[in-house]
């Protein structure tokens, strides 16, 4: 990649090249102070994203001519050697010069009807719901099953997540779902309990038929259409969109895949759902699991001493046809990114949903 | 240290899961399991040029015979929905066309390769149908049901019993050598589950108490057995091979009870015997040394929809040549079929369809209560969670 001087931009703007993975090619023009693609978006071509922050990594693609950099002072979710290798963040990139990228999907992917960037950019709605139960599976963690109102139409895809308005306050957060459309009207949130946490408030009085306010379906973190090996790393509560996963996976057509879900929590005190993940691998003979409990866990407690992301070795990793799914607070992420990336797993291949305590 | 794949568990920090939670995806296969090998109809039954349909787990199928093989094709025009098999029209070798408007279509590949009424239209090389594999055996056309993408199929053989060899005197199984099958199939008026739980189920000897076949051959057979030890039921986990499980009632592992005193009754019958059942995914059963020793009877409960199947009951032994043949012929139309297929297994139909009524509308499943015997049943159930290969979605859900 030739670095090119500012002076050569012209006012207009710089032409683009996006090349899919299936050949096609759409040109576009990046203006001096947009991002690229704010850019495709705006001259209709629609591109894979979610965040448009620089972090989620959805958007990332492959510079292979030109100069194509980061805005000044943005944090990028990347490492050294994927910025070395070319990779860029659209949603958060300037181009500086005619430049060709490289998108690591199918131009007809983005015509999939359900395909995860549609999900993203997808309408949702707000619904009502009704409380149906609240339980503890552990000792920092809720379980809120709520049912949606009859005739609302509501639908999701396994891995998504909605907004709920916790009762008796005007805050909203955001839950993935730990079952799949099929347990509709049903729905089951892991919650975890925060010390003056506005939903782990309510989940202490809550009742039964307590009236919700739910808006989504969003997110983009769903099953890819792939036949490929699976990883699944989850850490506390980010195993609910996981569990759902799993379960869309187990449903799948085709022959299933092997797969191997770690999943962990700080402490053996706070592990949780054994019995639901003992439970999936019966019925997944393909499945296998690794459970940890932080560093202090102890052999009795049956669990890993450690983190769910060291608990993945190299023989874990089925060569380059295997997909990786991450849902944990960021520093897990980041991690379990790097170490994945490092035993030899795509970057482009690992898929992440990221989580803030709240 | 090496994580290991399954860490110990602590019996002491772990909740004991819920029975039905483990056979949750049993219970959610009404419509069957997909992704198997299940038989559509005996080779007898198509013809050269012949075109049948039949519907497997709502999947509605045409077999064709063309130059001695059967393929099979799905039985819905593309264009307008209609079963191509209800008048069968085929104007060349290679082809199955719609009596309706003359949609054409490959029999290799579902192409569409023209249509009657249209021959320059751009819907032709463009719209196709789907095709399943087939396998013709022993006597009997299977079809592999389910996702169009699930390829390889496995072999035929991964759905069929086991061989027997613990047994000194082995039954035949269906894909020997010098086998003899000869059966029927008729249209059992319940799920496909309630048949399936029914043929291996240790404790419903009392339907066949006064059987004909049970009298007329001295049989000394027990009032019930259940399982009192460990090893009673065996389970099936080939590599792909066979996955299912079998009641050992050969051994001690199993109890019989010959009397019971509370209403004075008592097992007639002088001929010590066994018939060992085994039952397979997707539902498949094997009873040995019946209806007399030396002899096998494989039942198929297909699922048609979520209230019908079609019970297969198919007799296999060893013949060598031309005369054991003859008899083997004379004991199946004299003997086995009315007396074991017909006059025996009536009842079991019968209980099968007098059960449906409670599963389909009484909330069946939660509201049964089982007993000491039902393990076999538990047993099957949990086996069929884990080992089936796909739950057939109900026909408006496919392909969500």
Known sequence: MASEEPGEIERAGVPVTLRFEDGVEQRIVVARDEFVLDAALRQGIPLVYQCRSGICSTCVATVVEGAVAPAPGRAVALLASEIAAGRRLLCVSHAHAASVIREHYPSTLIDRRDSPEELAQGESATIRANVAAVEWPGATVGKLAIEVADGAGFDFQSGQYVRIKVPGTEQWRSYSMATTPRELPRLEFLVRMIAGGAMSEYLTRARVGDALEVEGPRGAFVLRPRRASHIFIAGGTGLAPILSLIDALRRRSGPRPPALLSFGCSSAEDFFYRDEIEIRQWWMPELRVRLSGGRAARAASGLLRGNPVEAIAVDDIGGVETDAYLCGPPAMIEAARRHLVGLGLNPERIYAERFVAS | ?400
């Open chain 2, 1 to 400: 240290m090496k994580p290991d794949d399954k860490p110990p568990i602590d019996a002491t920090a772990r909740k004991p899961i819920v029975p039905n939670r483990l056979y949750a995806p049993y219970l959610e296969a009404s419509w069957g399991f997909k992704n198997a090998w299940y038989p559509a109809l005996f080779s007898s039954e198509v013809g050269e040029n012949e075109v049948k349909g039949v519907t497997i787990a709502s999947h509605d199928i045409a077999l064709r015979r063309v130059k001695g093989r059967v393929h099979a094709i799905q039985d819905r025009c593309a264009h307008r929905g209609v079963k191509m098999s209800l008048r069968p029209t085929c104007l060349t070798d290679e082809t199955i066309t719609c009596w309706y408007h003359g949609f054409t279509y490959g029999l290799n590949d579902g192409t569409l390769k023209t249509i009657v009424a249209s021959p320059d239209d751009p819907l032709i090389g463009q719209v196709r149908i789907r095709t399943y594999p087939v396998e013709e055996r022993a006597g009997i056309i299977f079809v592999f049901v389910g996702d169009e993408d699930y390829a390889p199929a496995p072999p035929l053989t991964a759905d069929l019993p086991i061989q027997i060899t613990d047994d000194a005197n082995p039954v035949a199984h269906i894909l020997d050598a010098h086998v003899y099958v000869r059966g029927i199939h008729r249209e059992g008026n319940s799920n496909w589950r309630i048949a399936v739980e029914n043929g291996f189920d240790p404790g419903h000897l009392l339907i066949h108490w006064d059987n004909v076949i049970v009298a007329a051959t001295d049989r000394r057979m027990g009032l019930g057995a259940r399982p009192i030890a460990e090893d009673a039921i065996k389970i099936i986990d080939e590599p792909n091979g066979p996955r299912g499980m079998m009641n050992m009632y050969n051994t001690r592992a199993y109890k019989f009870f010959m009397e019971n005193k509370v209403i004075g009754m008592k097992a007639r019958g002088k001929t010590p015997y066994y018939a060992r059942t085994s039952v397979y995914l997707p539902g498949v059963l094997l009873v040995e040394h019946w209806p007399v020793p030396g002899w096998a009877q494989y039942e198929w409960y297909v699922p048609t929809d979520d209230r019908h199947h079609v019970y297969w009951e198919v007799l296999v032994g060893h013949c060598r040549d031309d005369q054991e043949r003859r008899e083997a012929d004379y004991l199946y139309d004299h003997f086995f079929e009315p007396l074991a297929l017909r006059d025996f297994n009536d009842n079991d139909v019968f209980a099968r369809e007098a059960m449906q009524d409670f599963y389909e509308n009484r909330d069946g499943w939660n509201a049964e209560t089982l007993c000491a015997f039902d393990e076999s049943v538990i047993m099957w159930r949990k086996i069929a969670a884990r080992f089936n290969r796909g739950i057939q979605d109900p026909p408006h859900r496919r392909g969500r």
